[in-house]
């Protein structure tokens, strides 16, 4: 069973100021996808990150594949109050099912 | 609306009841998963289906729990003698096969709460 560790676990900060959330795993994952999920809805896809060591931006929003394929980082800059949400990380050890993170609750407060 | 839905989206049951759930994925994906979600963590995989074919099955998917995908398209998933350990939230999701790289696209999901 492949595990995905997320860290931290919650995350309250104020509008304007950067975080970085960590997805980590001893497994191997042939892609790594990040979802936004808000209460009482199902998980939104932000973005998919399939080669080693890929950068990919979204807005404000950076996402990081590593180099190793074992682990992802997300950074917000400037975060702002609709950031808030609980961000899952996801991998595909093959194609067939995704396996999802343990999730970090984030709060962006004014 | 072409995206994916859940049906009920919210079900009170007593402990011991069966209930049903029923998914209608996005109309040209292949693929149709359940994943159940208690509050604050991550999804947790159940089962999967390649068009009617049940591929994979979670072992938290107890004799409870059977789903089913009988042409292709909708799915259900029955709880039998419902626990209170069932309540959750359960999530569908679709995708198409051809896209190896896992991208689901998920329902509202459909929250059981067992009293």
């Known amino acids: 069973t492949q595990l995905l560790e997320q860290s931290p676990q919650f995350l309250s900060i104020q509008e304007g100021e950067n975080l970085t959330v960590y997805c980590n795993s001893s497994s191997v994952f042939s892609s790594l996808q990040w979802y936004r999920q808000e209460p009482g809805e199902g998980p939104v896809l932000l973005v998919t990150?399939?080669?080693?060591?890929e950068v990919k931006k979204l807005k404000r929003l950076t996402f990081q594949f590593g180099d190793a394929r074992k682990d992802s980082s997300l950074h917000i800059t400037a975060a702002q109050p609709g950031d808030t949400g609980l961000y899952l990380c996801?991998?595909?050890?093959?194609?067939?099912?995704?396996?999802f993170g343990t999730g970090t609750r984030l709060q962006v407060t004014l | 609306d072409t995206g994916v839905s859940q049906d009920p989206r919210h079900k009170i049951t007593k402990r011991g009841q069966n209930v049903t759930f029923r998914c209608d994925p996005i109309?040209?994906?292949?693929?149709l998963y359940w994943y159940r979600q208690t509050l604050g963590q991550g999804p947790e995989f159940l089962t999967y289906?390649?068009?009617?074919?049940?591929?994979?099955k979670s072992r938290l998917l107890s004799d409870r729990f059977s789903a089913e995908r009988p042409k292709g398209s909708f799915s259900t998933l029955e709880i039998q003698r419902t626990e209170q350990g069932d309540s959750a939230m359960y999530l569908c999701?679709?995708?198409?096969?051809?896209?190896?790289?896992?991208?689901?696209?998920f329902g509202e999901g459909s929250r059981l709460t067992v009293l």
């Open positions: 999701a679709s995708s198409l096969r051809r896209l190896n790289t896992g991208e689901l696209f």
């Open positions: 109309s040209e994906h292949n693929r």
């Open positions: 990150v399939v080669t080693g060591g």
């Open positions: 289906f390649q068009n009617e074919a049940q591929l994979e």
């Open positions: 996801a991998g595909a050890p093959g194609p067939g099912k995704l396996t």
